[in-house]
């Protein structure tokens, strides 16, 4: 059923305050009218493009929490961040980031989209990445979405945290990287953390 315009606006503000991540091409389908036209009503109703709204939200919600990097030294855009537990970040692959030739990602801005969100999820000002096992599931191509899932899987009292990163676009797994973090400080059993003194 076709709204007017005005009906439209209105639900497609209430729908991206709910869900900020929301692409054009989503809106266009759930409101049955060309992403043109989307954006047209973005621009009326002053709404910023996805990756302005997710940087908003990220800069927003994570900028005091990450502790061992400025949030915008993190490759991609954080969405989700628990310290010392998990993160997310999404990774637009764009023109700049693919061989020429082929329009393939170039492997060293996915493993840095992975390593700074394993660095980003350790809860310390001082976090370094000391060993990597990463594999390269498929080639990833000039316009996919990479999401990239870190879970802290190993919280050790010798000043190292192992961190798992999966990356997909849609639901196939891309990339797989296992990092080994030193950190300046000891985390205790019971979570707390004492500085590491040597």
Do not use: C, W
């Amino acid at each position: 059923m076709r709204r007017n315009k005005r009906e439209r606006q209105r639900l497609l503000q209430a729908t991206i305050e709910e869900n900020p991540f929301i692409t054009d091409e989503q809106l266009a389908e759930k409101f049955s009218v060309s992403i043109q036209t989307i954006r047209l009503d973005r621009l009326e109703l002053s709404i910023p493009e996805l990756r302005e709204r997710i940087k908003h939200v990220a800069e927003r919600t994570f900028a005091d929490e990450v502790k061992s990097l400025p949030i915008e030294e993190v490759i991609g855009e954080i969405i989700d961040m628990q310290l010392d537990e998990s993160a997310i970040s999404i990774f637009d692959v764009k023109k700049e980031h693919v061989f020429k030739r082929n329009q393939i990602a170039r492997g060293h801005h996915l493993f840095a989209q992975a390593n700074s969100l394993a660095v980003a999820v350790i809860n310390d000002e001082l976090a370094l990445t000391a060993k990597a096992n990463i594999r390269f599931m498929r080639p990833v191509k000039e316009g996919e979405r990479v999401v990239a899932k870190a879970k802290v899987k190993n919280l050790n009292e010798n000043g190292r945290t192992v961190v798992e990163v999966n990356s997909y676009v849609g639901q196939e797994l891309v990339f797989q990287g296992e990092f080994h973090m030193y950190r300046s400080n000891v985390v205790k059993k019971d979570g707390e953390q004492n500085e590491n003194r040597n």
